[in-house]
């Protein structure tokens, strides 16, 4: 048997027993590595290690440890009071707000996954103060990352054009942003109706504790973090004046400039999030070293391990030609209007467990031969499959989805990954298609 049949097999198996039995995916992702990897693809274990996804690991680490220490200082309450009263209130309006920021991060040039990284943490903490879905919310902040995702200065759309005039395709900047955009506007406004949207309609939260703010659930943001520790100063004050909002803290002064900072060097001077989000931790815990010493336990390892695993069995088998495999069936296909939508399906399928950046420019190369001849619209075609190849992010496996499941609040980890990956599969199966429908074959009619 061929390697490319024994990794989509080994793959298969692995969703099974997954789903069957409580045993974390990354691990069974990490044993077929090895076995599939060496006794089938020949692969030395060096090989295999190499495809460890290490900067995925470091983003999540560095972002969940930099929040869970920002989570228990309060400063992640006071942004979230901020948002609501930047809306007067209105909690259906907050979702919204989420999008649209994080799409205007990435409009201006942030990654998709710096922009989330962001964006996430805030969004899920104020899902789990008001009774707002966390998969609702996580999913407007990657619906917006994506929507944004396209402009003409951001990475993405820099990579998708840069192909297209390098190639002397038809070319259209603005139709290929605009075409991302709205086609996530439109997931995000059947999603916010889906996932609970309109509950929120007409609902409105104080801005500011009232008495026994901690024993409220989903009508109040409280002043303090949900582990604000001993001897914090404010906390007899708010015990005395239930009423005030809790005074600014020193720490959360520094708290804030911190999350400025990471912002400013990842989204500015295109560091590594990762690393600077660590950096930023570590500094921050210096000044209250214990109270942040079970900071690191808040760190979501069982998603570390599952994306950590996946992605390296993903690297084997991109190394068996799996990949190469499946698109040289597709395009032997020979009808145009077809293998743009097999090629949607296989930037789709791929995207949802590697890098969306290299699977649109592997999607639109294996487009080009049939695009010069001119028998369908290489706009639509391109727009088609920027569009299927970046919002299966959604996926748990991708950076995106596993940044909303490493920082959901107040959840069966296990439950929201399988309401996240059924999300993710209802994408795979449904988003090519229907990017094929809207912007490919009206230009072949």
């Known amino acids: 048997m061929s390697p490319e049949i024994v990794t989509i097999l080994a793959l298969v198996v692995i969703f099974a027993i997954a789903t069957v039995l409580p045993i974390n995916m990354g691990a069974l992702a990490f044993v077929a590595a090895f076995v599939v990897g060496t006794l089938s693809v020949g692969l030395a274990t060096d090989d295999i290690i190499a495809g460890f996804?290490?900067?995925?690991?470091?983003?999540?680490?560095?972002?969940?440890?930099?929040?869970?220490?920002?989570?228990?200082?309060?400063?992640?309450?006071?942004?979230?009071?901020?948002?609501?009263?930047?809306?007067?209130?209105?909690?259906?309006?907050?979702?919204?707000?989420?999008?649209?920021?994080?799409?205007?991060?990435?409009a201006i040039g942030a990654l998709s996954p710096a922009a989330v990284a962001i964006i996430a943490p805030i969004a899920l903490t104020f899902a789990a103060r008001h009774d707002i879905s966390p998969l609702l919310m996580g999913m407007m902040v990657i619906h917006g990352a994506q929507g944004g995702g396209f402009s003409p200065i951001s990475v993405y759309g820099v990579t998708v054009n840069g192909i297209v005039e390098n190639e002397g395709l038809p070319g259209?900047?603005?139709?290929?942003?605009?075409?991302?955009?709205?086609?996530n506007i439109a997931i995000a406004i059947v999603l916010f109706f889906v996932l609970g949207g309109r509950k929120l309609l007409g609902r409105k939260v104080a801005a500011e504790p009232v008495p026994h703010a901690e024993h409220a659930h989903g009508t109040v943001v409280r002043g303090h973090g949900a582990a604000p520790g001993p001897g914090v100063g404010g906390d007899d004050d708010e015990r005395a004046h239930p009423d005030r909002p809790a005074p600014v803290r020193f720490e959360q002064v520094l708290t804030l400039v911190g999350l400025v900072v990471v912002a400013v060097l990842a989204l500015a001077f295109d560091l590594d999030i990762g690393f600077v989000a660590i950096t930023v931790a570590v500094v921050l815990a210096l000044f209250s070293a214990a109270q942040h010493k079970g900071a690191v336990s808040q760190i979501s390892w069982s998603t570390v391990l599952l994306i950590a695993g996946v992605l390296t069995f993903v690297s084997v088998l991109e190394e068996a030609g799996t990949i190469d495999y499946v698109g040289d069936a597709v395009?032997?296909?020979?009808?145009?209007?077809?293998?743009?939508?097999l090629l949607a399906y296989i930037?789709?399928?791929?995207?949802?467990?590697?890098?969306?950046?290299?699977?649109?420019?592997?999607?639109?190369?294996l487009a080009v031969p049939f695009l010069e001849e001119g028998s369908i619209s290489a706009v639509g075609v391109v727009v088609a499959l920027s569009v299927a190849s970046t919002i299966v992010d959604v996926s748990?496996?991708?950076?995106?989805?596993?940044?909303?499941?490493?920082?959901?609040?107040?959840?069966?980890?296990?439950?929201?990954?399988?309401?996240?990956?059924?999300?993710?599969?209802?994408?795979?199966?449904?988003?090519?298609?229907?990017?094929?429908?809207?912007?490919?074959?009206?230009?072949w009619l």
Do not use: C, E
Request: proline letters at 5%; charged letters at 5%; zero cysteines.
């Open 53 to 106: 996804p290490a900067g995925l690991v470091l983003t999540l680490i560095g972002v969940t440890y930099l929040f869970a220490i920002a989570q228990n200082n309060g400063t992640v309450d006071l942004l979230v009071r901020g948002a609501v009263k930047l809306v007067g209130g209105h909690v259906a309006a907050i979702p919204w707000i989420m999008f649209f920021v994080t799409a205007v991060l990435t």
């Open 172 to 183: 259209s900047p603005l139709a290929v942003f605009l075409g991302a955009l709205f086609f």
């Open 331 to 341: 395009i032997g296909l020979g009808v145009p209007l077809l293998i743009a939508l």
């Open 347 to 365: 930037g789709g399928v791929v995207s949802a467990f590697a890098s969306s950046t290299a699977i649109i420019g592997v999607a639109i190369l």
């Open 396 to 443: 748990p496996f991708s950076t995106n989805g596993a940044l909303v499941l490493a920082n959901a609040q107040d959840v069966d980890k296990d439950r929201f990954y399988k309401q996240i990956l059924a999300y993710a599969a209802i994408v795979v199966a449904v988003g090519p298609l229907l990017s094929w429908l809207v912007f490919v074959v009206p230009g």
